[in-house]
């Protein structure tokens, strides 16, 4: 089989190539190694004929989807390099051939929306993925998109509107509440948290057509499409990167979005609570105490330690209504959990070993790593307080992503498993990586992919 990519802005030069994905090497050939890891994914060599450069690619590593796709991003960054006017790609194995132009076209994805005469995309081709991968492909760029946009770009209001936009509504059950409704349900920590912005907060819900009263598994995105940090404001610099503090909930919907165009044999629910966190006369303050949906009262000593509370709220009434036997969260909620993994490595937090060990390998499969951190009543107890039911954040300055994750773990139910991803250091990279080029990285959807495929056995 063979997939063509030519480039959207026609280079100077002609200079073409053919990429052959081979299982059979050549013993006469010296190969080069690629190497992921000190782990070797593939072999290949290079070749001149006039305007031509061959190379032969064997793979050595296939057991993952990160090793097929990694080819796929070397080939991309090949042709970048060589400023090549033609990419040929043969492969005789149809599945590695998909993620190898999965791989490619992940790497080839940068958001210059508002840079004059430019393009997603340096390159294009007219090769069709199957159904599932196209699905999945089209809802990480998606991801990507929504997270990159500025905030006076997507807020609440308009997160929920481009989202309606782009689902299958023919398998998905689908409704944004606005202000009125979560005022009258009764979510008061998100509108805490809401209240210093113009902007108004939504709550999107989504189930599939399949829903039951207990569904196996509710995905919750923390939405903070703005955060100053509130009246507790964050430093000036590097504020701007705030727009994705609403990466949590941009995952979430891309899950949706992928699950509302594949088959599945699950019963799935998702909910995401979208508000701006803003420093104003009606901002909420460092010592207000505010009533959880779930009746929790809970004590402002931080309105930069705003997400953990809109999670409180949208878990409790998400874990009420759907009654799920899982729930994963996913939000960037700390710096701290950068101080603790760097940019490569997601924190989780669970509370069962098994959902623990499969979000794992799924990380591993797919170079979405995650890391297990500690839950523990110790840290627990740093949330306690001789005035109030809760505090918002722990003692002092040390263990931030566990108490916040001690946090939430407060509002779910008792017997539900739970994961709880920090994704902070995960969703932005500005240098990009090796499947990503610069910025949002579309990190959590590809882990989630291929964890229902194995968990689920879908």
């Excluded at 909420?284 to 705003?306: C, H, M, Q, R």
Aim: with cysteine; proline share 3%.
């Amino acid at each position: 089989m063979k997939v063509q990519f030519k480039p959207i802005n026609k280079p100077n030069q002609s200079f073409k190539s053919i990429f052959e994905i081979s299982n059979n090497p050549n013993k006469k050939l010296k190969y080069d190694l690629y190497k992921y890891n000190n782990i070797e994914i593939f072999k290949y060599n290079f070749v001149l004929k006039g305007s031509e450069i061959i190379f032969i690619i064997i793979p050595t590593y296939e057991d993952s989807t990160f090793s097929k796709k990694i080819i796929g991003s070397f080939i991309f960054d090949i042709s970048k390099k060589y400023n090549l006017s033609e990419v040929n790609i043969h492969c005789t194995n149809k599945i590695l051939l998909e993620f190898i132009v999965i791989g490619f076209r992940q790497k080839d994805f940068i958001f210059n929306r508002y840079k004059t005469k430019s393009n997603f995309s340096s390159f294009k081709t007219t090769f069709k993925l199957s159904n599932k991968n196209d699905a999945y492909l089209s809802s990480l760029q998606f991801l990507k998109e929504l997270v990159s946009e500025p905030s006076n770009v997507i807020y609440p209001e308009s997160f929920a509107k481009r989202v309606s936009q782009n689902l299958n509504k023919s398998q998905i059950n689908f409704n944004i509440l606005n202000k009125s409704k979560i005022k009258k349900i009764g979510l008061n920590c998100l509108l805490a948290v809401s209240q210093g912005s113009a902007k108004e907060p939504r709550v999107m819900e989504f189930s599939n057509k399949k829903f039951k009263k207990n569904v196996d598994i509710l995905f919750v995105g923390k939405g903070v499409c703005f955060d100053s940090g509130g009246i507790s404001i964050k430093p000036s610099a590097g504020m701007e990167d705030m727009k994705w503090d609403m990466g949590g909930a941009a995952v979430t919907v891309s899950i949706m979005r992928y699950l509302s165009k594949i088959k599945s044999n699950f019963s799935y629910a998702g909910i995401v609570g979208l508000v701006e966190n803003m420093p104003s006369s009606t901002a909420y303050k460092p010592g207000d105490i505010i009533k959880s949906y779930k009746g929790i009262n809970v004590e402002v000593l931080n309105t930069d330690a705003e997400g953990r509370l809109v999670l409180a709220d949208i878990i409790t009434y998400g874990c009420e209504k759907y009654k799920p036997k899982i729930v994963i969260d996913f939000a960037t909620l700390t710096g701290a959990i950068m101080v603790a993994l760097g940019q490569h490595y997601a924190g989780l937090f669970c509370n069962d070993n098994n959902l623990a060990s499969e979000l794992y390998n799924s990380g591993i499969k797919t170079n979405e790593k995650v890391w297990r951190m500690p839950l523990h009543n110790d840290f627990d107890k740093e949330l306690n307080s001789p005035f109030v039911d809760l505090k918002n954040i722990g003692a002092g300055r040390y263990g931030g992503s566990v108490t916040a994750a001690q946090f939430l773990q407060r509002f779910i139910p008792s017997k539900t498993k739970w994961a709880h991803l920090d994704i902070a250091g995960t969703t932005w990279k500005n240098s990009g990586d090796t499947m990503n080029s610069m910025g949002a990285t579309g990190f959590g959807l590809t882990l989630i992919a291929d964890f229902i495929d194995t968990y689920f056995k879908n």
